[in-house]
């Protein structure tokens, strides 16, 4: 395969490792087996409710970690099938259809305390239920049966899904690091947009947070899938590759530490060089793609010692003839960047060579305890305990759920002739989330992803035969698994068209009309939309804990990189810990923007708060590279430094020590009587930038410390103004 594959062309070898796309053909291959399976065995009937049932418990198939796959599929049978019972023994009977409804409304919501998997779960309950009113069993034996055959298909996918789980296993590790290797290469497309002087700084270092945020998503899913269980030597490579992954990504964080002063150079040029030799390591990062699946890597672009060497040289002549205080400033910005892209691009060798079957194995991460890296799967009472309280997010949320998917029920029941209660339920529940940010474009997405899939399944229902409309369904929801979380709209579209597919094959005679499903759709987003507002949970609500989080994470942080010799376990998981909470408050800015009454000076303060964050990152990681490379010309004296910048910068993010902000912007620039070339010159002068990095970190992320003076002209400068500096 290898070498068959080595001559495809290169989008073609690189869209191979996909695990979205892994993922959802998995899934209609395990429907297609059931459905055929049931149907050759027992006809089309009992195919379709069996049918059912695999199709509710394939919502929470996932590309999820092996240890977890069979209790995550084991923990869907119990509340899907009862869902399912229940809507199929209520057979129409209001009080009941009502007291069901609220139960399952309830319980979705409830459950989301438990994350994104949780919420799948509550996903694929919701849908049980649906299809057991659309089940129409006349008696309650019949409702008995017809569960029974829903629960049988349900057991029947799940062991498949494990059993997939097991095989597919390798695979999946390999996609996870092929697909973090992807982010890696456009969060390096981001940052080389930051030295184009053609890209507003502010817009620059958006993307730059961004896509740092993708990133960090990625990663902890790639821990989650490979550091929790170890049992082969191909295993032990895939966890040194990751390590090698996060290691050369703190050296290109790093690199950033000095934009500001470069971005503010007049040596354009130079910046575009630097950008250029960006883009060469995107490329490189890119190639690596493939070799992550055990084939060839893709040819290398990128840079080596003569042209970093040749870089240097031109600095130097470029900076001779400026002011000799802004041209020491600047050669010494100039040369400590491209020094980390040259320890940047010996990182990516060390990852290439992991990636090589052919190198021996280096041991990284033996020393580590590495399940502290990933999310913990352990459901805690507690944590439900905790909610069960309308100031609770999840329980504001069960009630506006419940509520919500009730008046869907009682608007059926009111007009059964325009209003299809199943239909409405379903939308309504896709649509809605705890987060009102979520759940006001998922209304946009599912409306036109409705309107283009009623158009698709009616052309299914009118023309195609019945066997032909039953193989659809499997494609289809593999299409909804694939495209979940990549594009919400296709799957909108992928689900509108199972939906209706399997509606119509459950009952024949009723024929889904395009208006009846747009005015269900319309109805069931207004619901969701309108419920929105009862008992809210508003991300302002929550910024003030992320921000206090942020601070904590980053002064954590700071006193393990502030250290000559820090633990590796702890330096790793402050640095994680502080990556998450910046991506936490990146994600709360976006949800933030969406809400009404939301002023756009608030969105300016928390990108301002956002940038300087980065940069304070970026100091910090620069003070271990300087650490770790040129650790053997750092004198004892540099302990006293370490020590008191420590102390400094955990009073700045704590509010022990602020000073009064100063009626002008501050400026993030290095000291010029800094600008040597010797270690200890070098340390003292990145010091200097975290000790102010911090100090304007913490400034912005306090409401009651920020000068709205100052406020209003650091949102409004350009990333040189926009980063503290000499007081």
């Known amino acids: 395969m290898p070498i068959l594959t080595a001559a495809l062309p290169r989008a073609v070898r690189l869209g191979l490792f996909r695990i979205h796309v892994d993922n959802g053909l998995s899934v209609a291959a395990g429907l297609a087996l ?45 509340p899907i099938t009862l869902a399912n019972l229940a809507a199929t023994l209520a057979r129409g009977e209001p009080g009941s259809l009502l007291a069901g409804t609220a139960l399952v409304g309830l319980w979705t919501g409830l459950i989301s305390v438990y994350g994104q998997r949780a919420l799948r779960l ?66 390096l ?46 295993h032990f490579r895939q966890i040194e590759i990751l390590i090698a992954l996060l290691d050369a990504f703190e050296v290109w964080v790093s690199a950033d530490a000095d934009v500001e002063t470069l971005r503010a150079s007049p040596a354009t040029a130079l910046t575009g060089q630097i950008r250029g030799m960006i883009l060469a390591m995107a490329e490189d990062v890119e190639a690596m793609i493939p070799a992550a699946g055990g084939w060839p890597a893709l040819a290398r672009v990128g840079v080596g010692p003569a042209e970093r060497e040749r870089l240097a040289r031109e600095i130097a002549d470029l ?69 069960l309280t309308l100031r609770a997010p999840a329980a504001r949320y069960a009630v506006r759920l419940a509520c919500a998917l009730s008046a869907g029920v009682i608007l059926t029941l009111a007009f059964p002739r325009l209003i299809h209660g199943g239909w409405v339920l379903l939308t309504t529940a896709l649509i809605m989330r705890a987060n009102f940010s979520v759940t006001r474009r998922r209304r946009r997405d599912r409306l036109i992803g409705t309107l283009l899939g009623c158009v698709v399944a009616l052309g299914l229902i009118d023309y ?25 709209r296709i799957t909108a579209l992928s689900a509108s068209v199972t939906a209706l597919l399997l509606l119509h094959a459950m009952a024949p005679a009723t024929h889904p009309l395009l208006l009846q499903r747009l005015v269900d759709t319309a109805v069931g987003a207004g619901l969701s939309w309108g419920f929105s507002f009862l008992l809210p949970t508003w991300a302002r609500d929550a910024l003030p804990g992320a921000l206090d989080d942020l601070l904590k994470t980053d002064a954590a942080y700071a006193g ?31 949800d933030l923007a969406d809400e009404p009454g939301t002023d756009q000076a608030t969105l300016e303060r928390l990108g301002a708060v956002l940038g300087a964050n980065y940069l304070l990152i970026a100091d910090l990681a620069s003070v271990q590279v300087l650490l770790r490379t040129r650790g053997g010309a750092v004198t004892d004296a540099a302990d006293g430094w370490l020590a ?24 993030r620039r290095g000291l010029a009587r800094l600008s040597g070339d010797d270690a200890m010159t070098a340390l003292a002068r990145r010091l200097a930038h975290v000790e102010r990095g911090a100090l304007r970190v913490g400034r912005l992320a306090r409401d009651s410390g920020l000068d709205p003076a100052l406020s209003a002209a650091v949102v409004s400068a350009t990333l040189s103004d926009a980063v503290a500096g000499d007081a």
């Open 560 to 590: 393990e990189a502030l250290t000559r010799d820090p633990s590796d376990q702890d330096y790793r998981l402050a640095r994680k810990r502080a990556l998450d909470s910046g991506v936490a408050l990146t994600r709360l800015a976006r």
């Open 122 to 187: 509550g996903m694929a309950t919701v849908l049980a239920y649906v299809y057991g009113l659309g089940a129409r069993a006349a008696t309650a034996g019949d409702a008995i049966q017809h569960t029974a055959l829903f629960l049988e298909g349900g057991v029947a996918y799940a062991l498949y899904a494990e059993a997939a789980a097991v095989a597919l296993d390798g695979r999946l590790r390999r996609l996870l690091l092929a697909e973090t290797l992807r982010d890696l290469a456009r969060y």
């Open 319 to 387: 900076i001779s003839g400026a002011d000799e205080t802004d041209a020491r400033e600047e050669l010494a910005a100039f040369r400590s960047t491209v020094a980390k892209l040259g320890h940047a691009e010996a990182a990516l060798e060390r990852l290439r060579n992991a990636l090589d079957p052919r190198h021996p194995p280096t041991g990284a991460g033996a020393a580590l305890d590495l399940a502290p890296f990933a999310r913990a799967s352990r459901i805690s009472l507690t944590a439900m305990k905790d909610q």
């Open 644 to 667: 008191a910048t420590r102390a400094a910068v955990v009073a700045a993010l704590s509010g022990q020590s602020l000073p009064p902000a100063p009626t002008t912007v501050l400026r």
């Open 34 to 78: 059931v459905g055929v399976g049931f149907g050759l065995a027992f006809g089309l009937p009992v195919a379709v409710a069996a049918g059912a049932g695999a199709v509710c418990v394939s919502v929470v198939d996932q590309p999820d970690p092996l240890p977890r796959k069979p209790w995550i599929l084991a923990g869907a049978l119990a």
């Open 464 to 488: 195609a035969p019945p066997p032909l409309m039953l193989a659809v369904i499997p494609a289809t929801i593999g299409v909804s698994h694939a495209y979940a979380a990549i594009d919400y």
């Open 189 to 234: 497309r981001a940052k080389a947009m930051l030295y184009d002087s053609a890209v507003p700084a502010r817009e620059g270092l958006a993307a730059l947070i961004k896509s740092t945020a993708d990133l960090a998503d990625r990663l902890q899913a790639a821990r989650d899938g490979l550091f929790l269980h170890s049992r082969s030597p191909a």
